[in-house]
């Protein structure tokens, strides 16, 4: 059973437009839920994280909206450049517990 | 500029042979993880530490896994015999053991012929 749903799988948007990535999660007693973002021949890297007492939080270009209610979570990153190219994962957890969501490839056309 | 290292960063070996992969936490770091990425599975857990005792290693297969903390510096990942399906890369994370915040390695690619 995956823990943690991440769409989509593929995503290409131009410069200057913004990327939206989206994650859903089953279990309420995730807290603390982070975003990677990953190049080739690396690892991932934080990006940004969130828990669930705050709805929203951004740092620069990223940010990250969390609904509580739906067991949602999203990353917008705003005027997408092509550097911003990469894979992203979402990641929940709880105590002991970590998914990752299965990667979502961004490819940002100049 | 504190980050996790990894050793050997590339791994040829053939089916049957004994593999280890080395791994050096973020000094201070209280917390280490082993992750396995591939295509089809994306990346698993696959042992948790805190404090040097494993927490959690049940993504791990028992039969020819094992991992270590010989001591805070050091986290060493072995599989033996290893198969071709281990073929992955195998990353290292630590983290300061609040937060819940992990710090990724590079990487140990491994093919397993």
Same mark, same amino acid.
């Given at each position: 059973?995956?823990? *943690? =749903?991440?769409?989509?799988?593929?995503?290409?948007?131009? =410069?200057g437009?913004?990327?939206?990535?989206?994650? %859903?999660?089953? !279990?309420? %007693?995730?807290?603390?839920?982070?975003?990677y973002?990953?190049?080739?021949? /690396?690892?991932?890297a934080?990006?940004?994280?969130?828990r &669930?007492? +705050?709805?929203? =939080? =951004?740092e620069?270009?990223?940010?990250?909206?969390?609904? /509580?209610? %739906?067991?949602?979570? $999203?990353?917008?990153?705003?005027?997408?450049? &092509?550097?911003?190219? %990469?894979?992203?994962?979402?990641?929940?957890?709880?105590? !002991?517990?970590?998914?990752?969501?299965?990667?979502?490839?961004? @490819?940002?056309?100049? | 500029?504190?980050?996790?290292?990894?050793?050997?960063?590339?791994? *040829?070996?053939?089916?049957?042979?004994e *593999?280890?992969?080395?791994?050096?936490?973020?000094?201070?770091? !209280?917390?280490?993880?082993?992750?396995?990425? @591939?295509?089809?599975?994306?990346?698993?857990?696959?042992?948790?530490? #805190?404090n #040097?005792?494993?927490?959690?290693? $049940?993504?791990?297969?028992?039969?020819?896994?094992?991992?270590e903390?010989?001591?805070? @510096?050091?986290? @060493?990942?072995?599989?033996? &015999?290893?198969?071709?399906?281990? $073929?992955a +890369?195998?990353?290292?994370?630590?983290?300061?053991?609040?937060? !819940?915040?992990?710090?990724?390695?590079?990487?140990?690619?491994?093919?397993?012929?």
């Amino acid at each position: 059973q995956q823990q *943690v =749903k991440q769409s989509p799988q593929s995503l290409i948007v131009q =410069k200057g437009g913004i990327s939206i990535i989206n994650c %859903a999660y089953e !279990n309420t %007693a995730f807290d603390y839920f982070p975003w990677y973002q990953q190049f080739p021949g /690396k690892g991932p890297a934080l990006l940004i994280a969130i828990r &669930p007492d +705050v709805s929203e =939080k =951004k740092e620069g270009r990223f940010t990250i909206s969390f609904n /509580k209610s %739906a067991k949602q979570f $999203s990353l917008h990153i705003m005027d997408s450049q &092509p550097g911003d190219s %990469a894979t992203y994962f979402c990641a929940a957890s709880t105590g !002991n517990q970590f998914y990752f969501g299965t990667g979502t490839s961004l @490819t940002v056309i100049p | 500029d504190a980050r996790v290292t990894q050793t050997p960063r590339h791994k *040829v070996t053939e089916m049957g042979q004994e *593999v280890t992969m080395r791994c050096q936490p973020i000094l201070g770091h !209280n917390t280490v993880f082993w992750y396995r990425q @591939t295509m089809m599975q994306g990346l698993e857990l696959l042992a948790y530490f #805190r404090n #040097r005792a494993p927490l959690d290693d $049940s993504g791990m297969p028992k039969d020819r896994f094992s991992a270590e903390m010989p001591d805070a @510096t050091l986290a @060493t990942l072995k599989i033996q &015999p290893s198969e071709p399906r281990d $073929s992955a +890369v195998y990353f290292c994370a630590s983290g300061p053991g609040q937060g !819940n915040e992990q710090f990724f390695g590079p990487g140990t690619r491994l093919t397993v012929l």
